[in-house]
């Protein structure tokens, strides 16, 4: 029984469902929650029609203090009016920025578990170099055409390992130093060969680039992660 397989076309369209998925269900708690806090919220004109009630059950009110009084009252339920208005404003423009924070949030979100996957893959798969040119008299190394400035000591520990590859060799430390230093490797320290590995590394700069373009291979030694027909000279 053939086991199933999922292409990356499949994998984009799930992500895709589960972004689109994740943003309506966002509008929709966002949407009910705004929903049932305006139905909650107290009528704008419910003082002014608690103040005309006054009016009406007390029409023998009539001294001047009396009717001062009630149109106090009267000014207080235009003024609570005016600001519970406001409140429904502030309240729908906060509501407002909270949905688009989630949204941003959750493509945030998604877009991190998406590359963090990707390094993944590319960390499991190597790098994929279409050409190496490793040029000594200027001491640079062109990796898919971008130039990387390199010492002369990276040099010629960049191409010791490039020869070994077009051999299909693995280099341990001692066979680098040896290699460099024109003696033979037992003579040397594997240390020395693992101290210019590790200057390479630095010299080259980007971290991730570095560690998949000159692997290490547990207890074998050095290789570089490319195909022997992209590698150049000069």
Do not use: H, W
């Not at 029984?1 to 799930?14: E, G, V, W, Y």
């Not at 919220?41 to 059950?57: K, T, Y």
């Amino acid at each position: 029984m053939r086991a199933p397989t999922t292409s990356p076309s499949d994998s984009l369209r799930a992500g895709n469902r589960v972004v689109a998925g994740g943003i309506a269900a966002i509008v929709l708690i966002l949407l009910a929650a705004a929903v049932f806090l305006f139905i909650n919220l107290p009528d704008a004109n419910a003082f002014n029609a608690r103040v005309e009630q006054i009016f009406v059950e007390n029409d023998g009110l009539t001294t001047g203090a009396e009717i001062k009084l009630l149109e106090i009252l009267a000014q207080s339920g235009t003024a609570f009016s005016d600001v519970l208005s406001s409140y429904r404003v502030v309240i729908f423009v906060l509501l407002v920025f909270a949905t688009a924070l989630m949204i941003a949030a959750l493509v945030f979100l998604v877009t991190i578990v998406a590359l963090n996957r990707r390094i993944s893959a590319i960390q499991r798969s190597g790098i994929q170099v279409s050409s190496l040119l490793i040029s000594r008299e200027t001491n640079a190394v062109y990796i898919n055409d971008l130039e990387f400035k390199l010492t002369e000591a990276a040099i010629e520990t960049l191409s010791v390992l490039a020869e070994a590859r077009m051999d299909d060799d693995v280099m341990t430390g001692a066979q680098i130093e040896g290699v460099i230093s024109g003696r033979d490797s037992s003579d040397c320290e594997e240390a020395a060969g693992a101290t210019r590995v590790k200057r390479l590394r630095d010299a080259l700069g980007n971290q991730l680039v570095s560690e998949l373009l000159v692997k290490t291979i547990a207890r074998r030694g050095y290789v570089l992660a490319v195909g022997k027909d992209v590698i150049r000279m000069m």
